[in-house]
Protein backbone atom coordinates (compact mmCIF):
# COMPACT_ATOMS: atom_id res chain seq x y z
CA UNK A 1 0.00 0.00 0.00
CA UNK A 2 1.26 3.31 -1.02
CA UNK A 3 -0.12 6.83 0.09
CA UNK A 4 -0.52 9.77 -1.76
CA UNK A 5 -0.62 13.63 -0.84
CA UNK A 6 -3.68 14.26 -0.31
CA UNK A 7 -5.58 15.62 -3.32
CA UNK A 8 -2.06 15.70 -5.04
CA UNK A 9 -2.30 15.02 -8.49
CA UNK A 10 1.22 14.79 -9.29
CA UNK A 11 2.05 12.98 -6.31
CA UNK A 12 -0.31 10.17 -7.34
CA UNK A 13 0.97 10.33 -10.60
CA UNK A 14 4.25 9.66 -9.52
CA UNK A 15 3.68 7.21 -7.32
CA UNK A 16 1.52 5.53 -10.47
CA UNK A 17 4.64 6.12 -12.60
CA UNK A 18 7.42 4.53 -10.65
CA UNK A 19 5.41 1.47 -9.72
CA UNK A 20 3.86 0.89 -13.12
CA UNK A 21 5.75 -2.23 -13.89
CA UNK A 22 6.17 -3.90 -10.84
CA UNK A 23 2.42 -4.67 -10.02
CA UNK A 24 0.31 -6.74 -11.97
CA UNK A 25 -2.76 -4.83 -10.46
CA UNK A 26 -2.71 -1.04 -9.30
CA UNK A 27 -5.92 0.10 -7.48
CA UNK A 28 -6.59 4.03 -6.76
CA UNK A 29 -8.71 4.54 -3.33
CA UNK A 30 -10.39 7.94 -2.54
CA UNK A 31 -13.54 9.78 -0.70
CA UNK A 32 -15.62 11.26 -2.97
CA UNK A 33 -16.10 13.92 0.11
CA UNK A 34 -13.65 13.79 3.08
CA UNK A 35 -15.55 13.51 6.04
CA UNK A 36 -13.14 15.10 8.65
CA UNK A 37 -11.86 17.82 6.35
CA UNK A 38 -15.60 18.29 3.93
CA UNK A 39 -13.12 18.94 1.42
CA UNK A 40 -13.47 17.04 -2.26
CA UNK A 41 -11.24 15.11 -4.47
CA UNK A 42 -10.56 15.77 -8.02
CA UNK A 43 -12.12 13.43 -9.31
CA UNK A 44 -12.14 14.66 -13.09
CA UNK A 45 -8.38 14.13 -12.91
CA UNK A 46 -8.26 10.94 -11.04
CA UNK A 47 -10.25 9.41 -13.46
CA UNK A 48 -8.08 10.62 -16.19
CA UNK A 49 -4.68 9.04 -14.29
CA UNK A 50 -6.89 5.59 -13.43
CA UNK A 51 -7.19 5.25 -17.33
CA UNK A 52 -3.90 6.18 -18.25
CA UNK A 53 -2.11 4.12 -15.73
CA UNK A 54 -4.72 0.77 -16.37
CA UNK A 55 -5.43 1.30 -12.46
CA UNK A 56 -8.65 0.15 -10.73
CA UNK A 57 -10.75 3.25 -9.30
CA UNK A 58 -12.71 2.62 -6.11
CA UNK A 59 -14.19 5.96 -4.70
CA UNK A 60 -15.83 5.86 -1.48
CA UNK A 61 -19.09 8.65 -1.61
CA UNK A 62 -20.65 8.13 1.71
CA UNK A 63 -21.13 12.20 2.01
CA UNK A 64 -21.72 13.07 -1.42
CA UNK A 65 -24.94 10.74 -2.35
CA UNK A 66 -28.34 12.23 -2.03
CA UNK A 67 -26.18 15.73 -2.18
CA UNK A 68 -24.41 16.73 -5.25
CA UNK A 69 -24.91 16.25 -8.30
CA UNK A 70 -28.19 17.44 -10.63
CA UNK A 71 -30.30 14.25 -9.23
CA UNK A 72 -28.17 13.54 -5.59
CA UNK A 73 -26.41 10.97 -7.65
CA UNK A 74 -23.43 12.11 -5.62
CA UNK A 75 -20.21 13.45 -6.19
CA UNK A 76 -19.53 11.32 -9.52
CA UNK A 77 -22.58 12.99 -10.66
CA UNK A 78 -20.94 16.07 -10.44
CA UNK A 79 -17.80 15.04 -12.16
CA UNK A 80 -19.62 13.14 -15.02
CA UNK A 81 -18.04 10.41 -13.57
CA UNK A 82 -20.56 7.40 -12.70
CA UNK A 83 -19.65 5.59 -15.79
CA UNK A 84 -15.73 5.61 -15.24
CA UNK A 85 -15.37 4.31 -11.68
CA UNK A 86 -14.77 0.78 -11.41
CA UNK A 87 -16.09 0.44 -8.16
CA UNK A 88 -18.24 2.72 -6.08
CA UNK A 89 -18.78 2.55 -2.19
CA UNK A 90 -20.99 4.02 0.58
CA UNK A 91 -23.39 3.67 3.66
CA UNK A 92 -26.85 3.45 4.24
CA UNK A 93 -26.17 5.77 8.00
CA UNK A 94 -25.71 8.85 6.35
CA UNK A 95 -28.46 10.44 4.12
CA UNK A 96 -30.47 7.08 3.72
CA UNK A 97 -31.04 7.20 7.55
CA UNK A 98 -30.48 3.72 7.97
CA UNK A 99 -27.80 1.29 9.05
CA UNK A 100 -25.37 -0.81 6.63
CA UNK A 101 -23.45 -0.44 3.15
CA UNK A 102 -23.35 -0.85 -0.38
CA UNK A 103 -20.67 -1.30 -2.87
CA UNK A 104 -21.55 -0.88 -6.87
CA UNK A 105 -19.85 -1.88 -9.73
CA UNK A 106 -19.96 -4.19 -12.50
CA UNK A 107 -21.36 -8.41 -11.88
CA UNK A 108 -18.13 -9.64 -11.87
CA UNK A 109 -16.61 -7.65 -9.23
CA UNK A 110 -19.99 -7.70 -7.20
CA UNK A 111 -19.56 -11.67 -7.49
CA UNK A 112 -16.05 -11.78 -6.31
CA UNK A 113 -16.71 -9.23 -3.27
CA UNK A 114 -19.66 -11.83 -2.31
CA UNK A 115 -17.48 -14.71 -2.08
CA UNK A 116 -13.75 -13.63 -0.95
CA UNK A 117 -15.05 -10.08 0.76
CA UNK A 118 -14.07 -10.67 4.51
CA UNK A 119 -16.29 -8.05 5.88
CA UNK A 120 -19.14 -9.53 3.35
CA UNK A 121 -19.10 -12.65 4.73
CA UNK A 122 -18.99 -12.72 8.51
CA UNK A 123 -21.52 -9.27 8.29
CA UNK A 124 -25.32 -10.20 9.10
CA UNK A 125 -27.86 -9.56 6.26
CA UNK A 126 -30.07 -6.62 6.89
CA UNK A 127 -33.26 -6.78 8.61
CA UNK A 128 -36.25 -6.39 6.08
CA UNK A 129 -37.12 -3.28 8.29
CA UNK A 130 -34.04 -0.99 7.55
CA UNK A 131 -33.75 -2.60 3.66
CA UNK A 132 -37.84 -1.22 3.12
CA UNK A 133 -36.87 2.41 4.72
CA UNK A 134 -33.39 2.25 2.41
CA UNK A 135 -35.70 1.61 -0.80
CA UNK A 136 -37.61 4.72 0.22
CA UNK A 137 -35.40 6.87 1.08
CA UNK A 138 -33.64 6.43 -2.36
CA UNK A 139 -37.49 7.20 -3.97
CA UNK A 140 -37.21 10.26 -1.99
CA UNK A 141 -34.39 11.26 -3.44
CA UNK A 142 -35.83 11.85 -7.00
CA UNK A 143 -39.77 12.56 -5.41
CA UNK A 144 -38.47 15.27 -2.83
CA UNK A 145 -35.59 17.25 -4.63
CA UNK A 146 -36.04 20.48 -2.39
CA UNK A 147 -34.33 18.64 0.30
CA UNK A 148 -31.01 19.05 -1.85
CA UNK A 149 -31.76 22.68 -2.47
CA UNK A 150 -32.29 22.95 1.56
CA UNK A 151 -29.06 21.52 2.48
CA UNK A 152 -27.12 23.78 -0.06
CA UNK A 153 -28.93 27.13 1.39
CA UNK A 154 -27.83 25.36 4.85
CA UNK A 155 -24.34 25.38 3.58
CA UNK A 156 -24.12 28.51 1.74
CA UNK A 157 -25.85 30.17 5.15
CA UNK A 158 -23.18 28.78 7.92
CA UNK A 159 -20.51 28.93 5.42
CA UNK A 160 -20.67 32.68 4.81
CA UNK A 161 -21.46 32.84 8.51
CA UNK A 162 -18.05 31.14 10.21
CA UNK A 163 -16.56 33.84 7.55
CA UNK A 164 -17.93 36.58 8.77
CA UNK A 165 -16.55 35.84 12.50
CA UNK A 166 -13.11 34.78 11.05
CA UNK A 167 -13.60 30.91 12.04
CA UNK A 168 -11.26 28.66 10.56
CA UNK A 169 -12.76 25.34 8.79
CA UNK A 170 -10.30 24.41 6.60
CA UNK A 171 -10.93 24.11 3.05
CA UNK A 172 -14.31 22.70 3.01
CA UNK A 173 -16.83 22.83 0.47
CA UNK A 174 -19.72 20.41 1.67
CA UNK A 175 -21.83 19.88 4.73
CA UNK A 176 -19.16 18.78 6.64
CA UNK A 177 -17.09 21.66 8.78
CA UNK A 178 -14.25 21.43 10.56
CA UNK A 179 -14.15 24.00 13.03
CA UNK A 180 -10.16 24.12 13.48
CA UNK A 181 -9.47 24.50 16.89
CA UNK A 182 -5.84 23.09 17.12
CA UNK A 183 -5.67 21.80 20.89
CA UNK A 184 -7.18 19.02 22.48
CA UNK A 185 -8.32 20.45 25.62
CA UNK A 186 -9.55 23.45 24.51
CA UNK A 187 -11.59 21.55 21.89
CA UNK A 188 -13.49 19.89 24.90
CA UNK A 189 -13.99 22.51 26.42
CA UNK A 190 -16.00 24.51 23.69
CA UNK A 191 -18.02 20.88 22.70
CA UNK A 192 -18.94 20.79 26.09
CA UNK A 193 -20.01 24.57 26.05
CA UNK A 194 -21.49 23.85 23.23
CA UNK A 195 -23.73 20.62 24.23
CA UNK A 196 -25.24 22.49 27.37
CA UNK A 197 -26.55 24.82 24.92
CA UNK A 198 -28.03 22.79 23.07
CA UNK A 199 -25.30 22.47 19.99
CA UNK A 200 -24.16 18.63 19.69
CA UNK A 201 -21.00 18.37 18.16
CA UNK A 202 -17.85 15.80 17.61
CA UNK A 203 -14.94 16.93 18.77
CA UNK A 204 -12.10 15.03 16.75
CA UNK A 205 -9.07 15.09 19.19
CA UNK A 206 -5.22 13.66 18.82
CA UNK A 207 -4.53 10.71 17.52
CA UNK A 208 -7.56 10.32 15.61
CA UNK A 209 -6.25 13.76 14.13
CA UNK A 210 -2.72 14.70 13.91
CA UNK A 211 -1.36 16.62 16.58
CA UNK A 212 -2.36 20.48 16.66
CA UNK A 213 -5.25 19.26 14.31
CA UNK A 214 -7.92 19.06 16.88
CA UNK A 215 -11.03 20.38 15.66
CA UNK A 216 -14.98 20.10 16.36
CA UNK A 217 -16.51 18.01 13.05
CA UNK A 218 -20.67 20.11 12.44
CA UNK A 219 -22.61 18.35 9.95
CA UNK A 220 -25.29 20.79 8.53
CA UNK A 221 -28.57 18.96 7.79
CA UNK A 222 -31.26 20.02 5.26
CA UNK A 223 -33.97 20.03 8.22
CA UNK A 224 -31.77 22.64 10.42
CA UNK A 225 -33.40 25.92 10.25
CA UNK A 226 -31.80 29.26 10.06
CA UNK A 227 -32.34 30.32 13.50
CA UNK A 228 -30.54 27.29 15.00
CA UNK A 229 -27.67 27.76 12.45
CA UNK A 230 -27.79 31.35 13.54
CA UNK A 231 -27.71 30.59 17.18
CA UNK A 232 -24.43 28.45 16.34
CA UNK A 233 -22.74 30.51 14.72
CA UNK A 234 -23.30 33.13 17.99
CA UNK A 235 -22.39 30.56 20.18
CA UNK A 236 -19.31 29.62 18.30
CA UNK A 237 -18.11 33.57 18.54
CA UNK A 238 -18.73 33.91 22.51
CA UNK A 239 -16.94 30.39 22.74
CA UNK A 240 -14.16 31.35 20.83
CA UNK A 241 -13.25 34.50 22.44
CA UNK A 242 -14.07 32.87 26.00
CA UNK A 243 -12.89 29.76 26.01
Given at each position: MK?F???D??????I?E?TS??Y???V??V?????QD???????E??KL???Y?A??I??????????G???R??LE???AL??VD??????????G?????AV?N??????LK?????N???A??T??S???I?K????I??????RS??????I????????I??????S??A?F??M???????M?IA????Q??????P????A????Q????M??LA????EQL?KT???L???F???
Amino acid sequence: MKRFLHNDIASLEHILETTSNKYANKVIVVDGVYSQDGDIAPLDEICKLSKNYDAFLIVDDAHGIGIWGDTGRGILESFSALGLVDLITGTFSKTFGSVGGYAVGNKEVINLLKYFANENIFSAAATPQSAGSIAKAIDLIDEEPFWRSRIWENIIHFRKGLESIGIDFGKSNSAIFPIMIRDNERAMKIADFLFQNGVFVNPILYPAVPQKQSRLRMSVLAVHTIEQLDKTLNLLEWAFKKQ
